[in-house]
């Protein structure tokens, strides 16, 4: 599997659990579910992906712009995360930043599938995509369990 394989499979789990998280807002348990679910993806998604991914982009000059405006972005993420954790959940300033969250890392994965993978294919050998692939695995799911052990 290589490297775009492998994001697009959590590209895939994360939007399924922010779909869940939206239409489950009314049930407690599934919203909690869900949440704590998209929070670990996310977590592991975001390290693995900054290690793997963008961490190699930054070393060419045609994909180091990009790269950075994707750390950048899960940053912001990370932030509405942890403003989620603080809020009362349920309430409506919680609400609202859920259907924030769930905008930008739609708005994210999209950007990532349709403007930055074609640029890194540009720049990373058919070797290289296959490497990584399986280091964002190994390191995705490394993460994923320390993520879910924590909640």
């Known amino acids: 599997m290589d490297i775009f394989e492998a994001l697009l499979q959590s590209h895939q789990r994360q939007r399924a659990t922010c779909a869940r998280l939206l ?17 670990a993806e996310m977590a592991a998604h975001e390290t693995a992906e900054e290690r793997t991914f963008y961490v190699p982009l930054i070393e060419h000059d045609d994909t180091v712009d990009p790269a950075r405006h994707g750390i950048s972005e899960h940053h912001e993420m990370d932030e509405m995360v942890e403003d989620l954790d ?7 300033g919680w609400l609202e930043t859920v259907g924030k969250l769930v905008h930008k890392v739609e708005h994210h994965l999209k950007e990532e599938e349709e403007k930055f993978f074609p640029e890194a294919k540009k720049v990373l050998s058919r070797e290289r995509q296959q490497e990584l692939g399986q280091l964002y ?11 879910e052990a924590e909640q």
């Open 23 to 39: 239409s489950g807002i009314g049930d407690h348990e599934e919203r909690r579910q869900a949440f704590d679910e998209l929070k």
């Open 86 to 92: 603080k809020a009362e959940e349920g309430s409506s």
């Open 137 to 147: 695995v190994h390191e995705h799911e490394r993460l994923y369990a320390k993520a």
